[in-house]
């Protein structure tokens, strides 16, 4: 374990260190081709043993966002998951304990019900039965100090989290809509017990303070390996149900979140500097922000780059509010006019009131079955489009983002 330890403790190393990402192709969800892909992944970066060592209490964090089918790839893909469980099951000590977890989005509570109804809904309880595997159904939670934390010193983690002795880390190749993509760093959001998510949405509300809370997270407990699902990605307005399923036919695999996430970016047409969340890492000088100090295994980076993935609305309104001055005095006119906002979708919309209910700042009202938008308390962190199982939130530019915007190539 000391092993590991030290290995971590590398990670905050001045950016000279050079990190590895593996990529493999595989294109469908077939359990023994999945298996097969994920092992040769890893074994690009020196195989499963090398970051397992003699851990006995192991956990695998999927994306688990919300109660949502395979197919609309919001979640990590079962397949995914349940081969992961089989190939840690051979490579670590026979008496490790392999938990499953995850606290989901602000719409689902962190009860053994609602877990339940989470794990059926996004496919997950088929592998439940293997020995010493457990998909989490405890509740509990606890507060823990982090010092070192720059912006989040006290939060609410998940006992599975708290009690793991490595964390590997399963995220989906997704957009978002807030913070451009959703890959490994984000992944650990869910650690932090359910609703807490909601108020640090509120406490944090300019994007590179939230991405400097997401840092905090990561770092109290950074996962020995994270190994991405990318067979099946979300394009567009992701990461819920208003973004879109793309195949984008790869599994992706680092000891390093930062540079996994920083490659993530780049194959789906991203500008890498542009991501909020490697800037954040560049300020705090943690390896994997420099694409220059990347080594990719297993081919080259140019032969992944989908060109036409679909980048969220929002990737343009960054560039603008990643300037200092205009963070500081024209945020609030920037968030209003420029950043695209929710609209209802009253096609898809069910009126299920999950949007009301989960919004940070009580900006949703509905009158009959119509949502009306108080677009002036609206912080624009669109956890409404996150959580709403439909995808019956549009985000639009206004007029006069429009204006701005409308011929601009989002990239
Ligand atoms: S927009 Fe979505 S979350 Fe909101 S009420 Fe309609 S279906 Fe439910
Ligand atoms: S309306 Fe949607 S985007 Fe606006 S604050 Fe509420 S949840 Fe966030």
Known sequence: MNEIKNLQANKMASQTTEEEVAIKACTQYKSKNVEKSIEECVGLIGGFKKYIGDAKNILLKPNLLSPSR???????????????????????????????????????????????????????????????????????????????????????????????????????????????????????????????????????????????????????????????????????????????????????????????????????????????????????????????????LGGQIKDFIIDDYKLPRNSAVGKISSNRFINAFILPFVRNNLSVSPYQNQEKCTMCRICIEICPEKAIKSRDSVLVFDYKECIRCYCCSEMCPEGAIDLNYSWFGNLIFREKKIK
């Open 70 to 296: 395979p197919e609309l790839a919001v979640t990590t893909h079962p397949v995914f998951v349940e081969a992961m469980t089989r190939l840690v099951k051979r490579n670590a000590r026979p008496d490790a304990v392999i938990t499953i977890a995850d606290s989901p989005g602000i719409a689902t509570l962190h009860t053994e019900k609602d877990l339940i109804r989470l794990y059926n809904q996004c496919g997950y309880p088929g592998f439940a039965d293997i020995e010493n595997v457990k998909l989490n159904l405890d509740e509990r939670h606890f507060p823990v100090s982090f010092k070192q934390g720059k912006l989040l010193k006290k939060f609410e983690v998940i006992k599975p989290a708290i009690d793991a002795d490595i964390i590997i880390n399963l995220p989906k190749f997704k957009t978002h809509s807030l913070t451009k993509i959703t890959g490994a760093v984000k992944n650990m959001f869910g650690i932090i017990y359910g609703r807490e998510k909601t108020l640090l949405h509120t406490k944090f509300m300019d994007i590179g303070k939230f991405c400097d809370m997401l840092l905090d997270i990561y770092q109290f407990k950074i996962p020995v390996l994270n190994i991405m699902d990318g067979i099946t990605g979300l394009e567009g307005e992701g990461p819920g149900a208003s973004g879109k399923p793309r195949n984008a036919g790869i599994i992706l695999a680092s000891s390093s979140a930062i540079a996994l996430d920083n490659v993530m970016a780049s194959i789906m047409g991203f500008n890498s500097e542009d991501i909020p969340i490697i800037l954040s890492a560049k300020k705090r000088n943690i390896t994997g922000w420099d694409s220059n100090y990347i080594k990719i």
